[in-house]
């Protein structure tokens, strides 16, 4: 499975970024898919996570009702609707697959939010 995040960028505080994640590969293997993001000098946190059908998902407390995680099986292609955004949200955002026991990553996409 191949993962590659696009969408991000630099925005003003207030604003609003829509990420996303395409994946290839194996993609019929994939169950629970997720964002992550980490900052300078900072763990890899959990952002938001969605199961195979979408129909459940979770979110990061520091989040919750600003961000809204979505997938199209389709299209092979998870979202991250960034809405709201403040500084402390700048970091580094990465796609997860869970295939099995293994897990898949992007390399990463940078989203700046300047105050």
């Known amino acids: 499975v191949q993962l590659v995040e696009s969408g991000g960028g630099l925005v003003q505080a207030g604003g609003s970024l829509r990420l996303s994640c395409a994946a290839s590969g194996s993609t019929f293997s994939i169950n629970v898919m997720g964002w992550y993001r980490q900052a300078p000098g900072k763990k890899r946190e959990l952002v938001a996570i969605i199961t195979r059908s979408g129909g459940n998902t979770n979110y990061a407390d520091s989040v919750k009702g600003r961000f809204t995680i979505s997938r199209d099986n389709a299209k092979n292609t998870m979202y991250l609707q960034m809405n709201s955004l403040k500084p402390e949200d700048t970091a580094v955002y990465y796609c997860?697959?869970?295939?099995?026991?293994?897990?898949?990553w992007g390399l990463g996409t940078q989203v700046t939010v300047s105050s």
């Open positions: 997860n697959a869970g295939v099995g026991v293994f897990h898949y």
